[in-house]
């Protein structure tokens, strides 16, 4: 097997990758988990091109897309959940005889939207996996697989990049070479702090797909004026699904936000999520927030979050996300000697 090629931030991998060929053994389910833009599926990728790397043929048809040993499960059209019929289709295949006599691979994403009844059809494949068969499961959130599921599997937990180090990756590539430090650096901060993600974001942006930078300061705007009691919760959610049709995305710079004020209130270091420049909306709503209030609000955006990838409306989990805000985070409760209330 070839050794991975892999970004800067994933090195560590490479030593597990050593250490497992040293072994000479391979485990039968990896369990791949991280932030999104942490490089999860170019992980995934190199460990498929390290199995197949000792037979040209093989190799060939993986990379062409039609390799006969190489089996790839995830959400159908208009579907948000893995349904048990695809897993048991899977069952019946990789039971099967390799055609090309080497290693036969699984891909599974998302693998935290199983259903409940294909995660159990999984488990039962994998409480007694079929030889020479590597499951690679690739998820965001790691909590949503059944805890059997995960006891399965050997883990391999990607994280972002620091700052620092994002940053200097980003400078090496071409498709930045236009951009200023300032430009930069917006750019990393509304993805999440991603470079994979800003490479991403650039190239939609220049393709005419979209000016998230724009969106980035609309979207702020709007919330501003929500607290502000200028606007309501359906017309500023409305607005903010007119930028981008993506809700989890929406909810995800919520959740940022939301720690970012965090940070501010109890004056920690703040490295802001996805604008760098809300600081001084931050730095006015600080002083009058309440820490648990702020924990109790993130726990309830990511259970809103958790129902938009099921079958929940977007528009109504948009707004009871942002509901908090326009209750409790009015100006005028500025001068009061109660700390705001993020619950609602």
């Excluded at 091109?49 to 990379?63: E, I, N, P, R, V």
């Excluded at 499960?73 to 990789?94: P, Y």
């Excluded at 499961?137 to 937990?157: A, G």
Aim: charged residues 20%; proline residues 4%.
């Amino acid at each position: 097997m070839q050794s991975l090629s892999l970004y800067p931030w994933q090195q560590t991998i490479n030593a597990w990758w050593a250490n497992v060929q040293q072994a000479g053994r391979l485990p039968h389910a990896l369990l791949i988990s991280g932030e999104q833009g942490t490089g999860k599926r170019h992980l995934a990728d190199q460990l498929c091109q390290a199995l197949f790397a000792g037979d040209t043929q093989a190799q060939t048809l993986y990379k062409a897309g039609t390799h006969p040993d190489f089996f790839t499960v995830g959400l159908e059209e208009k579907k948000k959940e893995i349904s048990v019929a695809q897993i048991r289709d899977l069952a019946s295949r990789v039971t099967l005889t390799s055609q090309l006599q080497g290693w036969r691979v699984v891909w599974l994403d998302p693998a935290d939207r199983l259903s409940r009844g294909a995660a159990n059809a999984l488990l039962k494949i994998l409480e007694e996996p079929p030889q020479q068969v590597l499951f690679i499961l690739i998820v965001d959130e790691t909590q949503r697989l059944l805890p059997t599921i995960r006891s399965r599997c050997q883990q391999l937990k990607l994280s972002l990049p620091s700052k620092a180090d994002a940053i200097s990756w980003l400078s090496q590539q071409a498709a930045v070479a236009d951009l200023t430090a300032e430009q930069l650096q917006d750019w990393l901060a509304l993805s999440g702090g991603s470079p994979l993600r800003v490479l991403q974001a650039l190239s939609e942006a220049d393709e005419g797909d979209d000016d998230r930078l724009g969106q980035a300061a609309e979207r702020l705007a709007l919330l501003e004026q929500l607290i502000n009691n200028q606007i309501d919760v359906v017309s500023c959610a409305d607005q903010w699904l007119a930028l981008s049709a993506d809700s989890d995305a929406h909810l995800r710079w919520l959740q940022g936000f939301a720690l970012d004020l965090l940070k501010c209130a109890q004056k920690l270091n703040v490295n802001f999520y996805e604008n760098r420049r809300a600081s001084v909306l931050l730095d006015r709503l600080a002083p009058h927030v309440a820490a648990g209030d702020v924990v109790s609000y993130l726990l309830k955006v990511g259970h809103i979050r958790r129902g938009v990838r099921g079958n929940v409306n977007t528009d109504l989990s948009l707004q009871a996300a942002l509901l908090p805000w326009l209750r409790r985070l009015q100006p005028d409760l500025a001068a009061s000697d109660s700390p705001y209330s993020l619950a609602s």
